[in-house]
């Protein structure tokens, strides 16, 4: 579904690419190549959308967790293969600084995370951007979440745990994070153990229930 808004980015800048070459008056030999050109691309970029589709509308409780990699906020590389070790479950909270319900689940995720019996498990915050989500004005945009405001969300919100930066929601669409909150906890055997859309209070204690 995200993706689907990429692809009308690239259809529209190959249209005014078009119209521009038109307006130079580009031979008609040139314009033909173009035009197949332009028809290929964007067939090729509706093909990697269904792709992710596919592959968001699979992923199960009792899945093999999908590969990943991810930059944290402070640069350094995420590989998921690399994290999965055995007795340490991963939660993945997928959030974005614009999202409301997400300010409530933060602090009750640092909560849980102080019960000395979870010791063993391990929080990581996914950053989600490039959603369309509403503006202060009302329209829909889609929102860009930059490294300066992350970071000041995540000093606003005392955020202790690793922040995951997925800039194109491209991990959150094999997750099928594309509505925000969403918990995922794998287990150290790679295996999708609990998922969760949205939070309400109380929700962290469901979670609990499941590392």
């Not at 993706?3 to 690419?17: E, N, Q």
């Not at 130079?24 to 090729?44: A, D, F, N, P």
């Not at 950053?127 to 004005?137: E, F, H, P, S, T």
């Not at 995922?184 to 929700?203: M, N, Q, S």
Request: proline share 4%.
């Amino acid at each position: 579904m995200i993706t689907l808004f990429y692809i009308i980015d690239i259809y529209s800048s190959l249209c005014r690419l078009l119209a521009h070459c038109s307006l130079l008056k580009v031979e008609r030999g040139s314009m033909k190549q173009l035009r197949v050109l332009v028809q290929y691309v964007i067939g090729l970029v509706v093909l990697i959308q269904f792709g992710y589709s596919n592959e968001t509308t699979k992923l199960e409780v009792g899945d093999l967790a999908p590969s990943a990699y991810l930059r944290s906020l402070e640069g350094s590389n995420f590989f998921l293969s690399k994290e999965i070790k055995s007795g340490s479950p991963i939660i993945l909270a997928f959030y974005a600084t614009w999202c409301i319900p997400c300010r409530q689940e933060i602090p009750a995720l640092e909560k849980i995370m102080l019960d000395p019996t979870l010791s063993n498990v391990r929080l990581f915050y996914v950053n989600v951007g490039g959603l369309m989500a509403a503006n202060d004005q009302g329209d829909m945009v889609k929102q860009r979440e930059e490294t300066e405001k992350v970071q000041r969300h995540k000093e606003r919100f005392n955020m202790t745990h690793p922040i995951l930066m997925d800039r194109y929601a491209l991990t959150a669409q094999k997750f099928g994070a594309e509505s925000l909150p969403t918990i995922v906890v794998i287990g150290g055997d790679g295996i999708v153990k609990y998922l969760h859309h949205g939070y309400k209070p109380g929700d962290e204690h469901k979670l609990v229930q499941h590392l």
